[in-house]
């Protein structure tokens, strides 16, 4: 069973950063790609970034290009995603997910693990 803990979260201004962090546990975790997901309340769960395996292949919804950029560890089991330049519409709930294969997109039903999520709150 693998398990993907989420940290990092937190109040922020407008403007300002954020740096997340998903620690998961397992052998396994190089072999899968990685991903970030949010859910605002009374929106669905939307994509944000994702990441190969290698971490040389990498992939970002429009809205967030340019300001978050998502980065792994493999000797840490470790995914990261460092948020710059917040805006109060990226307030959410972010969650991480193991992909089902070394490559993953924007779909949820491409990933197979998911965290507890971790609350990200940017104030305007």
């Known amino acids: 069973q693998v398990q993907l803990v989420e940290s990092g979260g937190g109040l922020v201004q407008a403007g300002g950063s954020l740096r997340l962090s998903c620690a998961a546990s397992?052998?396994?975790?190089?072999?899968?790609?990685m991903g970030w997901f949010r859910q605002a309340p009374g929106k669905e769960r939307e994509f944000v970034a994702a990441i190969s395996r290698s971490g040389g292949s990498t992939y970002y919804t429009d809205s967030v290009k340019g300001r978050f950029t998502i980065s792994r560890d493999n000797a840490k089991n470790t995914v990261y995603l460092q948020m710059n330049s917040l805006k109060p519409e990226d307030t959410a709930v972010y969650y991480c997910a193991r992909g089902l294969l070394a490559v993953a997109g924007r779909s949820p039903h491409e990933y197979e693990y998911w965290g507890q999520g971790t609350q990200v709150t940017v104030s305007s």
């Open positions: 397992g052998r396994t975790f190089s072999a899968y790609a």
